[in-house]
């Protein structure tokens, strides 16, 4: 199959691409410029927020995949995650539609739901919404904290423990993670394009450990060769007075919508091993296969 990926570029893309080319599939991918780096990915140019820029860029794709998403807005820049994930769905739907192409696999979140507190989610609920009344058809993913070599949150964490065996922690840090490798994520994809009975489902991805915020410091600190790190307790009203205060500084770690999504935990059920059939691999191992190398 010819795959069309939205957000091929980044962090779970690279691992997808990989995926799919190593199962026989040819991949096209939406980027803001070419680049000469993958021989083996035909890249387009454009704008995902704007339909006109790539709509026939889609033309002879036997299927599509949405990876585009952000964690943190940035209104004056234009990022906010009413584009990035709301209108950036509708124009992908809108191009597959326009080319005649009815697979499509949509990336989610864990915890997208009705009635969401933080922004992140109820956007992604909705770009939801129009996927499954879309007409397409459609399968989609709502992962958990996903990390790999290259994500954010978990090589976050080991700089800043790194420079200083202190790691403060919000609240009583008992608010629980069950993270999932980015190359099981893809895997999940890359095997539900072959499978039919996927049609029409949405799978929530987790991992087999379930971990408190607090056990993945000292995790990330052992993958590390280090003790674990000292740990003192902000009081979480008092964040809650100052995140909102300081979160439009972009070098500030962490906005409401984060600290909401922290709070509410992020783990899930094994559900999606019933259906792709593999285990997923281990948090503390996976990431000691890229910490301690760094």
Request: hydrophobic share 45%.
């Amino acid at each position: 199959m010819k795959i069309f990926i939205a957000g091929g570029t980044g962090f779970v893309g690279e691992h997808l691409i990989k995926e799919l080319l190593s199962s026989g599939h040819s991949v096209r991918t939406l980027v803001h410029s070419r680049s000469t780096k993958r021989g083996e990915v035909e890249q387009v140019s454009g704008d995902i927020t704007r339909l006109e820029t790539f709509e026939q860029s889609l033309s002879g794709c036997d299927a599509v995949i949405n990876l585009v998403g952000i964690i943190r807005e940035f209104p004056a820049r234009g990022v906010t995650f009413e584009k990035l994930h709301v209108q950036a769905t509708s124009n992908l739907l809108a191009a597959a539609a326009g080319n005649g192409i009815k697979r499509y696999l949509q990336m989610s979140a864990l915890g997208a739901r009705p009635a969401a507190v933080s922004a992140y989610h109820q956007t992604k609920w909705r770009a939801e919404g129009l996927v499954r009344g879309s007409g397409l058809e459609w399968t989609i993913f709502r992962p958990s904290l996903i990390f790999g070599p290259h994500d954010a949150f978990i090589n976050m964490l080991a700089a800043q423990l790194r420079l200083a065996p202190v790691m403060p922690v919000i609240g009583s840090g008992s608010y629980r993670l069950q993270p999932i490798h980015a190359d099981d994520v893809a895997r999940c994809f890359a095997l539900a394009l072959e499978m039919p009975g996927s049609i029409g489902q949405a799978y929530e991805l987790c991992g087999v450990d379930r971990v408190s915020y607090e056990a993945l410091l000292d995790m990330i600190a052992a993958a590390l060769g280090r003790s674990r790190p000292f740990k003192p307790h902000l009081p979480l009203g008092m964040m809650k007075l100052i995140i909102p205060l300081m979160q439009k500084i972009p070098q500030f770690p962490i906005t409401m919508d984060q600290l909401q999504m922290l709070l509410e935990e992020n783990i899930c059920g094994g559900e999606w091993q019933k259906t792709f059939g593999f285990e997923p691999r281990g948090l503390q191992a996976g990431i000691g296969e890229y910490l301690h190398k760094t």
